[in-house]
Structure formats: C-alpha cells, structure tokens
C-alpha cells in the first residue's frame, strides 16, 4: 500500500498547488479512507520485505520499524551507515539496495530462495531484540 496525502498535517494546501484541485482533494480523501482502514503493525507483520527508503535524514526509522516485526529491510538509501555496521552483518537480515535500481528489485526478490528468506526474516527480528529492542525511542530519532 502507498499513501500519497496523509504524511504530514497540510495535505489539503498541497492540492492547492495541483493543476486540477477537485480532483487532487477527491483523490486524497479515497486515499485517506484506505489509510485508515490498514493497520500498519499487522502489514509489516504480514510482510516478508519491506521498503526502508531515505527518511529526512540519510536514515529512517522505518529501519528498526520493520526489523522488530520480523520483515527482511530494503534499504533504499545510497550512502547511508547502518548503526553498529562494523559489528553486525546486516546481509544475513536484509537488503541493500541502490535507489537508482528500483526497477531491478522486483526480478531479485522474486528469485531468492525461501529458506534464505526465512533465515533472513528471523535474523532480522533477532537484530532487533539483540541490539535494538531497548534503545528503541533513542533509534527512532535517526
């Protein structure tokens, strides 16, 4: 699922700047009802990957998000030092991806082999437990 108007508290004002304003309000209040009805929690849950795009900063905390709820990361941030890397081989619990590749992606997840992806989803929930469990409000700051 991808919502395109609920981040943020001003949504309405962006539409101002559409070219067509009715259709802009229309399409983001469907939107916002689709939103509503999807708990977030339970599709990470039900999700084997999940997407780690660039947040406002170089990191995410979508990054912690998805690896406490036993999704393998995609992280789609070129550039971007995952916490405690030198210490943590994070291609044993995710991906690595490059931004510019993303129509590549789908090919390569496609093409994994299920008992790497279930090695991958349970080392990605130990991760987190390991390391990240009890800093988690300090991690959601990056």
Known sequence: MLTTCR???NWE???DLHENVENCL???HLDNEQYDVWDYTDLLMNSTFCM?????RLGSFRFIEVMQQGCIPIVMSNGWVLPFQEV????????NWDERLLI????RLMNMNNERVMKMRSQAAFL?????RSGNTVFSQF
């Open 7 to 9: 981040h943020g508290t």
């Open 13 to 15: 004002k962006l539409c």
């Open 26 to 28: 229309r399409d983001c």
């Open 52 to 56: 780690v795009p660039r947040g406002r």
């Open 88 to 95: 943590i081989d994070y291609s044993r619990a995710g991906i």
């Open 104 to 107: 590549e992606l789908k090919d």
């Open 128 to 132: 987190y437990t390991q390391y990240f």
